[in-house]
């Protein structure tokens, strides 16, 4: 049976993640404003550019009203969560984070993420060394997960391990 949809019901909205899952596909908002959840899928979020989005991270998006409940039909921003003014991790605590944010942002694909054990590699174009992904580099960048082959934009620093990312996007997001 089709559902009829209202264009006029369409409201942007602004809220945050309660929880995303990206191996169910979906994941749930709760607005600024009280009301129920919002339910965004995760084909609106790829639509955006993400395949994923850290809990607490806050968005912009386009939403309805259906019979089951209130939808997500566009993201239109996501900031990452807020977070303390401490170094996500020691490699970063000696940096002048002034510096590191006036770096070129670097085009990069996922060679593969692990979510369970934190961690993750990336390719960079043109250069042949990979590059680290630390799990609350992604967090603090409103990332979640990523998948191998993602597209991801990054600023990357020689750690004392390696290159490693201390900024990440999706490259949608990046470039726009």
């Given at each position: 049976?089709?559902?009829?949809?209202?264009?006029?019901?369409?409201?942007?909205?602004?809220?945050?993640?309660?929880?995303?899952?990206?191996?169910?596909?979906y994941?749930?908002?709760?607005?600024?404003?009280?009301?129920?959840?919002?339910?965004?899928?995760?084909?609106?979020?790829?639509?955006?550019g993400?395949?994923?989005?850290?809990?607490?991270?806050?968005?912009?998006?386009?939403a309805?009203?259906?019979?089951?409940?209130?939808?997500?039909?566009?993201?239109?921003e996501?900031e990452p969560p807020?977070?303390?003014?401490?170094?996500?991790?020691?490699?970063?605590?000696?940096?002048?984070?002034?510096?590191?944010?006036?770096?070129?942002?670097e085009?990069?694909?996922?060679?593969?993420?692990?979510?369970?054990?934190g961690?993750?590699?990336?390719?960079?174009?043109?250069?042949?060394?990979?590059?680290?992904?630390?799990?609350?580099?992604?967090?603090?960048?409103?990332?979640?997960?990523?998948?191998?082959?993602?597209?991801?934009?990054?600023?990357?620093?020689?750690?004392?391990?390696?290159?490693?990312?201390?900024?990440?996007?999706?490259?949608?997001?990046?470039?726009?």
């Amino acid at each position: 049976m089709a559902e009829d949809v209202n264009l006029s019901s369409m409201q942007t909205v602004r809220g945050a993640v309660k929880w995303f899952d990206p191996t169910k596909g979906y994941g749930f908002i709760v607005s600024d404003e009280g009301g129920p959840d919002i339910l965004l899928h995760i084909n609106v979020l790829r639509n955006f550019g993400q395949s994923s989005v850290a809990d607490g991270a806050v968005v912009k998006l386009i939403a309805h009203g259906t019979t089951r409940g209130v939808q997500a039909v566009e993201v239109l921003e996501i900031e990452p969560p807020k977070r303390e003014d401490v170094p996500v991790l020691s490699d970063f605590a000696e940096l002048d984070m002034s510096e590191v944010s006036s770096q070129p942002m670097e085009a990069a694909r996922v060679k593969w993420f692990d979510k369970g054990k934190g961690f993750g590699f990336a390719n960079v174009f043109g250069r042949p060394e990979d590059v680290f992904l630390h799990v609350e580099v992604l967090r603090q960048s409103g990332l979640a997960d990523l998948q191998p082959g993602e597209a991801l934009a990054m600023r990357v620093i020689e750690g004392k391990r390696g290159r490693m990312a201390v900024e990440v996007l999706a490259w949608e997001a990046a470039v726009s």
